[in-house]
């Protein structure tokens, strides 16, 4: 079993850059597909973006790509969401989450076993 604890949310100016980070105890997080999801109010929970257990595959969501970049560093158990280019629709509480599943069915099916606490991020206009 793994924990997530988020961190790195506040609130940041539009055009502006925010990085999240996501620090895994207990089970290594290299043994994990990782992925970062978001949830606005009123709104469902969305995907932004995964990376592979060795990080050398990643995956957006069409909102956020080429604004946002995610990374690992296995050795630091923390998984990183580098935001840029915020917009005020970026405005969401940010979770941090781990699969036990292989790249491919978490790219077809998104299949996420732990999760964290989340982060609000509060972009303003």
């Known amino acids: 079993q793994v924990q997530l604890v988020e961190s790195g949310g506040g609130l940041v100016q539009a055009g502006g850059s925010l990085r999240v980070s996501c620090a895994a105890s207990g089970r290594t997080s290299s043994s994990y597909v990782m992925g970062w999801f978001r949830q606005a109010p009123g709104k469902e929970r969305e995907f932004v973006s995964a990376i592979s257990r060795s990080g050398s595959s990643t995956s957006y969501a069409d909102s956020v790509k080429g604004r946002f970049t995610i990374s690992r560093d296995n050795a630091k158990n923390t998984v990183y969401l580098q935001m840029n280019s915020l917009k005020p629709e970026d405005t969401a509480v940010y979770y941090c989450?781990?699969?036990?599943?292989?790249?491919?069915?978490?790219?077809?099916?998104?299949?996420?076993?732990?999760w964290g606490q989340g982060t609000q991020v509060t972009v303003s206009s």
């Open positions: 989450s781990a699969s036990h599943a292989t790249w491919q069915v978490v790219l077809a099916r998104q299949p996420y076993h732990y």
